[in-house]
């Protein structure tokens, strides 16, 4: 067990250290949502293999009481590789680590540093996934996202229209 070790998922061990060991089997898409150990916010979305967009709320450490002591990252339109059933997100400052422990639910680490105003942080966080929120047929909505036909990927909001078939697809 050590740091960058490979994980071998459904052994029941961990052999990266991170705290988890990851599930062996397809993960359900769709908006996955949970909290992290300061019960703070986290969602992200996930398509197939995929991470499309993350949001959290953290509570940081402020050293010079010149920060606030909250940092919300959203971050639409990315585009985070979920291989192995493990992934790993950064951006200005912000490390999420993550892996799917189940089929609907997912566990990691996050960190946080700013050097511009010395607030810093790290913890854990869990999410899981609402039957509303799975994505049935892959078109990257959900029935609370709008998708009001979710066994049909033609279907979706925002979906071309094709004129005189009778089919709202939209």
Request: glycine residues 14%; hydrophobic residues 25%.
């Amino acid at each position: 067990v050590y740091p960058g070790a490979t994980e071998t998922c459904g052994d029941g061990k961990d052999q990266d250290g991170n705290g988890f060991d990851c599930f062996d089997g397809d993960v359900t898409s769709g908006d996955f949502k949970g909290t992290t150990d300061q019960g703070k916010e986290i969602s992200f979305t996930l398509l197939k293999d995929e991470i499309l967009s993350m949001g959290a709320v953290f509570e940081l450490v402020d050293y010079n009481g010149t920060c606030d002591n909250e940092q919300t990252i959203e971050s639409g339109n990315v585009r985070v590789t979920v291989s192995g059933n493990q992934f790993f997100y950064a951006t200005a400052g912000l490390e999420i680590t993550g892996v799917f422990t189940g089929e609907t639910k997912a566990a990691g680490l996050w960190f946080f540093e700013n050097g511009d105003c010395e607030g810093k942080g790290s913890g854990t966080w869990e999410a899981t996934l609402s039957e509303d929120d799975t994505d049935a047929d892959q078109d990257g909505f959900t029935i609370n996202s709008g998708d009001c036909k979710d066994d049909d990927p033609d279907i979706y909001p925002g979906a071309q229209e094709t004129c005189g078939d009778d089919i709202d697809q939209d």
